[in-house]
């Protein structure tokens, strides 16, 4: 009869606890939270329309040799071989990423970085198909602490 009542107890407690399932994802590609996911550029290409014109933070390696527009790819056999079906172009014109271009233009060049920004899946620059990065605010490389720019 105890353990019945303890039983009981235990089962009213967990149906009075409010779980908020949908605040957080987490799995083996993405990581979302409220305000925007975190994700490699190859489930952002897979799952565009996911993430059209959505707040996302993609995982890549840099190719900012135009100052206008960018790249950043896979990996780095495609950076190497400028493999555009495995990249997402960057627009690098607003007025802080383009500051930090024109004084320091190699400084994410090659690097694994973080783009903070807009995606929009149907408006890419390089072959037309795998849309791009609009409004980035941030761009960070991968280990580097202040590289924020």
Not at 109 to 129: F, I, R, S
Request: proline share 2%.
């Amino acid at each position: 009869m105890r353990f019945m009542w303890l039983a009981l107890m235990f089962v009213i407690l967990l149906s009075s606890v409010g779980i908020n399932a949908a605040s957080t994802t987490l799995d083996a590609n993405e990581r979302c939270d409220q305000t925007n996911c975190l994700l490699s550029v190859i489930h952002l290409m897979a799952n565009a329309g996911k993430y059209e014109r959505k707040k996302i933070v993609a995982v890549g390696i840099a190719d900012f040799s135009d100052p206008k527009k960018g790249t950043i790819y896979l990996d780095e056999g495609s950076y190497k071989h400028k493999i555009y079906e495995h990249s997402v172009s960057v627009e690098l014109d607003t007025p802080k990423i383009a500051a930090l271009l024109k004084k320091e233009p190699d400084f994410f060049q090659g690097k694994y970085v973080y783009v903070d920004g807009v995606y929009l899946a149907n408006l890419g620059h390089h072959n037309g198909d795998n849309g791009g990065i609009y409004d980035v605010e941030s761009i960070y490389i991968i280990g580097l602490k202040g590289s924020e720019r």
